[in-house]
């Protein structure tokens, strides 16, 4: 008999852990946004956008099959809880990397940053394309909101293993705090010209961690995530930035901050996006 289905993958794939380079993880957590919430929904659409996605990425001449990705579904999270939500994704997340694996997660709030880098035993570079510096002791009281994530990574790796590229917000205590710290960034308005070459001075030969805000894009372009600031990357220079990754170690990447309530299109730029890094890595790599 057949059967006429298809499977509600990332990309319609059905590898198994085992058999996979990547593994697609979605981290549904949503309970520290601060203007826009709905970010938990943003696993499952970017899923669904990922499915309608061609196999073969005309512009990049390259057969998107041939990049071995399984998905492993959800991250059961505990909303408002995130201590125990931390827990269930370091522990998922570690159970990628000892079947190595590189984990891909899609949040889901920026604050699933944090235990997912966690879950490494050697912590990588922090790369993360952001409009806002996310780098306050607390907001609100809450030491783990979105709003201080790049400051609670820079816990975990070093504040001078973080580029922050795409920023354009933040309060003046942040940027001083930042360069007593070391924290290297590469502001909106140096984001002109060649910035592939710009991160890659910073990152060559370095082992990275790949962490994408939806906010860092126009919200012209790219409406429907859950703090938008103008103004900000479009999709073609976001690609064109990327050629950094023929000269780095990718060990992970995560794209979070996306409110599907808020666009249709955001989902799509994501999954694509996430194609984008994966090809252009890959060819990197020779593979």
Known sequence: MDLFTSPSTFGRRELGLKDARYAVLGVPYDSSESYRSGSRFAPNAIREASREIEDYDLLEDYDLLKIKLCDLGDVEVSFGNFEETSRRVEETVGGILEAGAMPLCIGGEHTITYPVLKAYKERPFYLVYDAHMDFREDYLENRFSHACVTRRVGELVG???ILVVGV????KDEFEDIKGLGVKYIDYNSCDGDLAGKIARVVDGR???LSIDADVFDPKETAGVCNPEPPGLTFREFVSSLDFLKQVNLKGMDFVEISPLYDSYAQIL????IFKVLLKYERGRGR
Not at 168 to 171: F, K
Not at 270 to 273: I, L, W
């Open 207 to 209: 082992d990275i961690y």
């Open 168 to 171: 354009r917000s933040a309060l």
């Open 270 to 273: 994501a999954a694509k996006a």
């Open 159 to 161: 504040y001078e293993n």
